[in-house]
């Protein structure tokens, strides 16, 4: 495993661009997968997206306490409710602004091994799935924060 940089936004256009979906799981899929969770713990970060480590791949890892999720070609396929709550990126140091998201979603992708699975998320885990498939779709939370934006 090695630790990837995490892209800025005021430096790299990548992050506004669409990703890819992935046609193939394979070691550098695994690799990529791996390097992207340690970098997101080095950064003491609950979720990171291919994008902001250079990779126009639909990928994610998030982790919120309770243990990694690793998606690949995730997709919201549910949503219900709504949170109004301060977020923060990796790629966006020093800002926080609040975002309205849903408050419940149900996202369907595949694991590591290609298998389908479906996550479904409430609160926080609702907020960072939906903020990391922004990232895929080249979506900062700050297009969506309310103006006032805060230092962190």
């Known amino acids: 495993m090695a630790l990837r940089q995490i892209k800025h936004y005021k430096k790299d256009s990548?992050?506004?661009k669409h990703s890819k979906p992935v046609e193939k799981i394979d070691d550098r899929i695994h690799i990529l997968l791996d390097?992207?969770?340690?970098?997101?713990?080095?950064a003491d970060g609950i979720g990171l997206a291919a994008p902001q480590v250079g990779v126009l791949k639909r990928i994610i890892v998030i982790d919120i306490g309770d243990g990694l999720i690793e998606l690949i070609n995730p997709t919201i396929i549910f949503e219900e409710g709504e949170q109004f709550e301060a977020e923060?990126?990796?790629?966006?140091?020093?800002?926080a602004g609040r975002v309205k998201r849903p408050s419940h979603v149900i996202v369907e992708g595949l694991d590591r091994h290609g298998e389908e699975v479906e996550i479904e998320g409430f609160g926080l885990l609702a907020r960072a799935l939906c903020h990391?498939?922004?990232?895929?779709?080249?979506?900062l939370?700050?297009?969506?924060?309310?103006i006032n934006y805060e230092e962190e």
């Open 88 to 95: 923060g990126c990796l790629s966006v140091p020093g800002l």
């Open 132 to 139: 990391e498939i922004d990232h895929l779709d080249g979506i």
């Open 141 to 146: 939370f700050i297009d969506k924060a309310s």
């Open 35 to 42: 390097d992207m969770a340690e970098t997101m713990y080095h």
């Open 14 to 16: 990548i992050l506004r």
